[in-house]
Structure formats: C-alpha cells, structure tokens
C-alpha cells in the first residue's frame, strides 16, 4: 500500500471518528444537557501512546474535582467514555436548568490554565442546542509558544515526531512528580498518625499519654500535639528526597535527611517553647519515612526485606562514625552511653545500623496481627491492648538510653524484667503488673522514651505495608 493510500486510509478513519463522537456529543445534548467534551492535544497518529492512557484517566477525576468545587457534580459513573488509536474522550452532561453553557466555559478556561499540562487538554462544551460554546481567544502553540497554535498546525512549523516526544517526556515527568507528591501524603499521614497513636496511647509506664504527663515535667499531652502537628511538611520533604540522591550516593543520604529533621526539631522548639518532645522519635520516623519511600518506589510495593535492606545500606557505619568522636569532654548523652556501655549503649544509631530489630521482630508482628484481627477501622480500647502489648514487647529487649542515660544498667534490666512479667500477665487478660508499673515509672521519673519511639515506628511500617502489600 503506498503512503498516500495510508494517509487516504488514515483521514478516513480519524473523519468516522469524528463523527461518530459528535454524534454521541449530539445524543446526550439532546438529553436536556449541555456537554462537557475532554479530549488532549495530540498530534499524529495512533494518539494514545506511552502512558497518556492513564494521564487521561487522571484528568477526568481532575476535571470532575475541579467543577466539583464549583457545585457543579459531574457523574463519573455517568460519562461517555471512548478511547482508541483515534484519541481519548470523555463526555460529561450537565442539566442545562443549572447553569449556563456560558458559566460552564468559563470554569472550563479557569481549569485549562490552571493546570501545569493545560495545553495538553482541550476541554469544549455545547450547549442543550449541540452549539460549540467559544471563548474568541488564540491558544499559543503548546510547544513554542510564541504563536497561536492553528498557525503553527497549518504551516506544519514543528516535525509530528519532535511534538509527540515533547508531550511524552511532559506527561511522564507530570504523573513522575504526581506519584512522588501522592505518596509524600500518604507516607507523612503515616508517620504522624503513628506519632499520634502513640502519645494517645494511654496508661503508659513513664510516658506522656492523654490523661498524665508521665515521668515527665516539662510537657504534657498538648506540648506533644502541637510538636506532631509541626512535622507533616517535613515528612513530605523527606519523601521528595528519593527524586533527588542517586541509590549509588550512600553518603548524602543521612545529612539530607538531618538537615530536614534539624527543621523539624527547629519547627518542634518553635511550638513546645524549646522543649525536646520527639528529638530521638525525629530521627528514626524521618529514617523510616525515607527508607519505606525508596521501597515503594523502587518495588511498586512495600517488602520489609528491601526495608530493613535500605535502613543499614544507608546507615552502615553510623555508630562508628558518629559515637566514636573525639568531643573534649562535650559528649552527647548517645555518646557518654556508648563510652560507657559500649554496643549495648548505641542507642537508636545501632537500632537502625541493624535495621530496626526491635521494629521487626518484636513491634511490627504484635500490631500486625492484632490489626489484621480488628480491621481497618479498630475501636479505640481494642487498639489499646494491641499497642500496650507491642510497646511491652519492644521493652523487654530495647536497650533504652534514655532509661539507660539517667538510670543506669541495673534499672534499665530492671525494667526489661518487669516488662517481660506484665507482658506475661498482659497476654492473660491480667493488667495488673502492667498497672504497677506505669504508678512505678512515674514516681521514679523513668521515661523509656526510646521504646516509644520504636513503638511509633512499628506502627509507621505497619501501616505501609498494609497499604503497600
């Protein structure tokens, strides 16, 4: 077949298009509505290809959201929905008593130029009477903008090729930053929700929970809500960072993701008034966070393995490098446990150059089972039992620095002891034990704030993986 009997072929094909799709565009009209008509810009043909598929699909739900905020309710079980080698299109009808088609044209333009690929989109509307509503204005080509676009088609200025490329990179680079941008909600919501189960969780040995302040003096359950309501945009941050450092760049990683959490303790001292809420919970939520991210967006899905993988990729060395310092007599509390206790005194550094054991084995299987048994929607009380056994059952094995730090060695195995007795008693339906020691813990000013913060971070993974399986 000769190229001209292709393109006679060709216009034949992209003509019947046509008009069947105005017919369809004619048939809801005719239905008491005007039409919302959404179809892209692509030059060339087949007009789907790569992923312009799913960048269409998103752009309905956009374009329904979008009229939604204007009390105009589009039926996505309602469209007219085609898509073939001539092109996507969507029909939406709107009960012309409503609104004008006029009104309908205007939001239309609003949405267009709103959009970072808007000149990707056509979006028509026809009135009730199958009338193609105009705005009178000259659209600038999408590729050089520098004249209207019919000029820039008739003259054939730009190769077909070149354009379908230039909208392919665009629309991958859109649903790229998309996806990063969705999953830094959803991964911060995560982490701040599970920073929040855990301060709720109340009674707590020692620890700050709705109705107490613990062991502590200096805060309160609303010093911890107002820290944990400072995070979300950090976390978000920390998400962002997977699109920035190369998987080879093990160095760059950890200061990326200090620097991000030295805002976050910055924004948490700017609403606590300096007081330290979550310095330690920062540290390993914002290690968490990055490493679950990376995951996901390697994988497609959240595998705990590659987790734990990523965590001591990442964090390979760390106690060595940053326990081991030479500090003229200025050490860190991290730092006076570790000269003192050595490996046993590593704190959350040499929690996460092993890749979070206490997390793995001890936290996440107790909230994962006791969460697949509740559901997604568990009552308050009933999630209590599940997190005061997973927080129990971190305790009897973490070496807590901050017990550790202010206590020392023998109250610190004391505590382990005592947790593996109520945990014991807990599993049996008797809180007893674990009674006496939250009353225990708070006269003598015990805070096994580390253990929490496990705690939070157990959660954290949990919840990833049961979005992410």
């Keep these: 077949m000769s190229i001209e009997t292709d393109q006679i072929t060709l216009a034949a094909i992209m003509a019947k298009s046509r008009e069947r799709r105005w017919q369809q565009k004619l048939e809801l009209a005719g239905q008491g509505n005007h039409v919302i008509s959404v179809q892209l810009n692509v030059p060339g043909y087949p007009k789907v290809f790569g992923r312009l ?4 699909s998103l752009i309905s739900q956009e374009i329904a959201d979008f009229f939604r905020s204007y009390c105009i309710f589009l039926d996505l079980k309602e469209q007219v929905c085609e898509s073939d080698d001539t092109g996507s299109m969507t029909l939406f009808g709107v009960p012309a008593d409503i609104i004008s088609a006029r009104q309908l044209k205007v939001i239309s333009e609003q949405f267009e130029e709103s959009h970072p690929l808007g000149r990707f989109i056509d979006v028509d509307i026809l009135d009730v009477t199958g009338e193609a509503i105009s705005s009178g204005k000259l659209k600038p080509c999408f590729y050089c903008q520098a004249a209207p676009a ?5 003259e054939n200025k ?8 230039f909208i392919e990179s665009k629309v991958n680079r859109f649903l790229a930053k998309r996806a990063t941008g969705q999953l830094a909600h959803t991964l911060s919501a995560f982490a701040c929700r599970a920073l929040l189960h855990e301060v709720s969780l109340t009674p707590k040995p020692g620890l700050v929970t709705r109705t107490d302040a613990g062991a502590h003096t200096d805060m309160d359950f609303t010093t911890f809500l107002d820290a944990i309501g400072s995070f979300a945009p950090y976390f978000q941050d920390i998400v962002r960072l997977t699109d920035q450092i190369e998987d080879k760049d093990n160095s760059a990683v950890l200061p990326a993701i200090r620097r991000i959490g030295l805002q976050m303790e910055g924004a948490m001292n700017g609403v606590t008034n300096r007081v330290n809420t979550h310095k330690g919970a920062i540290f390993l939520m914002a290690l968490a966070v990055f490493c679950a991210a990376k995951v996901i967006r390697k994988k497609g899905i959240f595998k705990l393995g590659a987790f734990v993988c990523e965590v001591q990729r990442i964090s390979i060395g760390l106690v060595q490098r940053e326990l081991c310092l030479k500090t003229n007599g200025k050490s860190t509390h991290g730092q006076k446990c570790f000269e003192q206790y050595g490996l046993e005194g590593s704190g959350a550094r040499g929690e996460v150059e092993q890749g979070f054991p206490s997390v793995v084995y001890y936290g996440l299987p107790v909230i994962k089972e006791g969460l697949e048994k509740l559901g997604v929607t568990p009552k308050d009380e009933d999630l209590r039992v599940v997190l005061v056994e997973a927080l129990l059952n971190i305790m009897t094995v973490n070496n807590d620095t901050n017990v550790l730090f202010r206590h020392g060695w023998e109250v610190l195995e004391e505590i382990k002891r005592k947790s593996a007795d109520a945990l014991l ?12 020691m939250v009353d225990e813990c708070r006269k003598r000013r015990i805070s096994p704030g580390g253990s929490a913060d496990l705690l939070s971070v157990s959660m954290f993974v949990c919840y990833c993986d049961n979005q992410f399986r």
């Design 53 to 56: 598929d799913e960048f269409f």
């Design 158 to 165: 730009h190769d077909i090729n070149v354009l379908r490329e």
């Design 150 to 154: 019919f000029i820039c088609r008739r």
């Design 425 to 436: 008693a807990w599993r049996k339906g008797d809180n007893a034990l674990y009674l006496q």
